[in-house]
C-alpha cells in the first residue's frame, strides 16, 4: 500500500472511530449524562383508570425534574401480560420504564400457565409507587345491605341453581382476585364476568348490566354518594376517609381479611444501577408534592413510594400468598 493510499485508510479509520466513540454526533449523544432524550413509560392497562392517572401525574412531575419529556404508553390486554412483555424486552437503558400492577408479577405466574416474561428475572422493580383499596358495590335494584346479606343472598342463588354474576375488569385484576378470594373464605358459588379495563366496567355497573363487583374504590365515590352504587364494604385494613361509613369486610364478620392494590414501576433487568437509583428518587420526589397527594387522597390512593429490598421482598411474600389463593379457586388459566 502506498504511503498516499495508507495515510487516507487511516483518516478513514480515525473519522470511523470517532463517529462512534464520542467525538461524532452519535457517540456525542451517548456520553451525554442520563436522561439526554425522552422517556416512555409503558402501562400494561387501559387508559382513564385510577393507576393510569397516577401514572400520568408521576410522569409529568418527573418530567420536569429531568427536564425530559416522559410520554405515558398504554398497552393493556391478557390481564397485564401484554405491556409487561413489552417491559421485560425493552432496552436495558433508562428510556423505556414500565408501570404495572402488582398482581400481574405477584398473581399472573399461578393464573397463567405460561407467561411470557419472567416476573423474578427480566425486571429490576424500581419501586411500588401507590395503593388503593377495592369495595364491594351492588346495584340499587339488589335488595342487600350488608355483608351478611350478601353472602346469604349469594348463598341463596346458588342454592337455586342460579349463582351470582359478579363483574371484574378483567382476569387477574383486582377485582376479580378479591371476590374470588372472599368467594372461597365466605363459601359461596359465582360466575365471573371479565371486561377489558375498569372503566366499561364500572358503566355496566351502573347500568345495571351486571349488579355486583368488587371495584377500586377510586372514582367510585360519586357512584355511590350519588346512589348509582351501594357500597356494602371496603376490603383494606381499615375504612376509607372518603367513606368511613362503609365498614370493612374484617368488621363485617371476617377477621383478617385484608386485599389492597398496589401499583410498581418497573425497568428492564440489566438497567444501569445508577440509573435505576434516580428512578427511584424522582419516583419518592413525585410523590411528595402537596397536589400528587391530594390527587391520590381524592381516589382514596395512598402514596407509598417503596425502594429497595422491600419491594421484591413483598413481591415475592405475594406471589406465595396469591399462590394458594389461585389454587384453592380453582382459577389457572391454560
Known amino acids: 500500500m502506498s504511503p498516499k493510499r495508507s495515510s487516507h485508510f487511516v483518516g478513514l479509520l480515525f473519522a470511523s472511530m470517532a463517529l462512534g466513540y464520542g467525538q461524532g454526533p452519535l457517540g456525542a449523544a451517548a456520553q451525554q449524562p442520563y436522561p439526554n432524550r ?41 390481564g397485564g401480560n401484554i405491556g409487561t412483555e413489552a417491559i421485560a424486552r425493552a432496552t436495558s437503558d433508562g428510556y423505556t420504564l414500565g408501570m404495572v400492577l402488582g398482581t400481574t408479577l405477584t398473581v399472573n ?17 424500581l ?14 335494584s339488589v335488595p342487600i345491605n350488608s355483608v351478611a346479606e350478601f353472602v346469604a343472598y349469594a348463598k341463596a342463588a346458588a342454592a337455586r341453581k342460579e349463582p351470582i354474576a359478579y363483574a371484574s375488569g378483567g382476569i387477574g385484576t383486582p377485582g376479580h382476585l378479591v371476590m374470588e378470594n372472599f368467594r372461597v373464605r365466605a363459601d359461596f358459588e359465582a360466575i365471573h364476568v371479565p371486561y377489558r379495563g375498569n372503566a366499561p366496567m364500572v358503566i355496566d355497573l351502573v347500568a345495571g348490566q351486571v349488579k355486583i363487583g368488587f371495584v377500586t374504590s377510586a372514582g367510585m365515590m360519586d357512584h355511590v354518594q350519588a346512589g ?54 424522582e419516583v419518592q420526589a413525585a410523590l411528595k ?14 402514596p407509598v413510594g417503596m425502594i429497595g429490598p422491600e419491594v421484591q421482598a413483598r413481591l415475592k411474600a405475594d406471589q406465595e400468598a396469591w399462590a394458594k389463593v389461585v389454587a384453592t379457586a380453582n382459577m389457572r388459566l391454560d
Not at 408521576?58 to 390486554?77: C, W
Not at 393464573?111 to 428475572?121: E, W
Open 109 to 125: 405466574p399461578s393464573i397463567y400457565k405460561k407467561l411470557p416474561f419472567d416476573p423474578n428475572k427480566d425486571f429490576r422493580p
Open 289 to 302: 408534592h402537596p397536589d400528587i397527594i391530594e390527587r391520590l387522597r381524592a381516589m382514596d390512593t395512598t
Open 228 to 281: 348509582r352504587l351501594k357500597a356494602l364494604s371496603v376490603a383494606r385494613a381499615s375504612r376509607s376517609p372518603l367513606a368511613p361509613e362503609v365498614p370493612t369486610i374484617a368488621e363485617s364478620g371476617y377477621p383478617g381479611f385484608r386485599v389492597e392494590n398496589y401499583s410498581v414501576m418497573l425497568a428492564p433487568a440489566g438497567i444501569p444501577e445508577p440509573i435505576a437509583a434516580l428512578l427511584e428518587r
Open 38 to 78: 425522552l422517556i416512555k413509560v409503558i402501562y400494561s392497562e387501559v387508559a382513564g383508570g385510577p393507576t393510569d392517572i397516577v401514572t400520568r401525574a408521576i410522569a409529568d412531575k418527573m418530567s420536569i425534574s429531568l427536564k425530559q419529556p416522559i410520554v405515558v404508553e398504554n398497552r393493556p390486554g391478557a
Open 127 to 140: 419501586s411500588i409507587v401507590s395503593t388503593s383499596g377495592n369495595m364491594l358495590v351492588v346495584h340499587p
